[in-house]
């Protein structure tokens, strides 16, 4: 069973570039969350996807924007990036929607800095 | 506005003493509460969530809905314990989770 992967792992950008991360989903599981971590804060809720469909939003501004994809695999783009956007971005999978009854698989995180 | 507060950046105790991390949060619902845990260089994983009040690796954590806690408790910490500690909240009907700044756990010999 091949567990969460994101892509790429370090990524650097200047202010105002537009960035896609990705995130591959554990085997079986349909349901895909984005977490975005300042350092030494913890992990913010950014979204989840349930079945290609955006199910539940942070308080986050609409230039960060997500997909998922009939695999479940999942992108999360961010436009016009900004200073403090700079954070490490986390995947997570679960195989319904995330709450009391699914646990969360999380991946290694994709490290943003921007310049 | 829900909240999740973990007082103590850094928690440093002996071998074989015990230990509690605390967490308090703050939500006017039936909140569902978990503890996640991430060991140096590894992913952020789920130590146990309070609905299921089973007891992971030694570790135990009550819900208080009076005091709004959840503390995480041992009472015999180990070394191989050392890690980062993240309370987290979900409240019921939306699937989003707040969590905590976070603990970091050192145990020392």
């Known amino acids: 069973e091949t567990g969460v992967t994101q892509s790429p792992t370090h990524l650097i950008k200047t202010r105002g570039q537009q960035v896609t991360l990705r995130c591959s989903s554990q085997?079986?599981?349909?349901?895909v969350s984005w977490y975005q971590q300042a350092l030494g804060q913890g992990p913010q809720f950014i979204f989840q996807?349930?079945?290609?469909?955006?199910?539940g939003r942070g308080n986050f501004p609409p230039r960060f924007s997500g997909l998922q994809f009939p695999n479940y695999s999942s992108e999360l783009n961010v436009n016009a990036l900004e200073l403090d956007d700079s954070a490490l971005y986390l995947c997570?999978?679960?195989?319904?929607?995330?709450?009391?009854?699914?646990?969360?698989?999380f991946g290694p995180g994709t490290r943003l800095t921007v310049l | 506005a829900q909240r999740v507060t973990q007082p103590e950046k850094l928690l440093s105790v002996f071998k074989g003493a015990p230990v509690e991390l605390k967490c308090n949060y703050s939500?006017?619902?039936?909140?569902?509460l978990f503890w996640y845990v991430q060991y140096s260089r590894q992913r952020l994983q789920l130590l146990l969530r309070?609905?299921s009040r089973e007891s992971i690796k030694g570790f135990t954590a009550d819900l208080n809905k009076g005091e709004t806690s959840f503390h995480l408790k041992k009472p015999f910490a180990q070394e191989e314990d050392s890690a980062m500690y993240y309370c987290?909240?979900?409240?019921?009907?939306?699937?989003?989770?707040?969590f905590g700044t976070g603990t970091r756990l050192k145990v020392l010999a």
């Open positions: 085997s079986g599981h349909n349901t």
């Open positions: 939500y006017s619902g039936s909140p569902e």
């Open positions: 987290a909240l979900s409240y019921s009907g939306t699937y989003k989770y707040i």
């Open positions: 996807y349930y079945r290609e469909e955006e199910n």
């Open positions: 309070h609905i």
């Open positions: 997570a999978s679960s195989p319904g929607l995330a709450g009391v009854h699914f646990e969360q698989f």
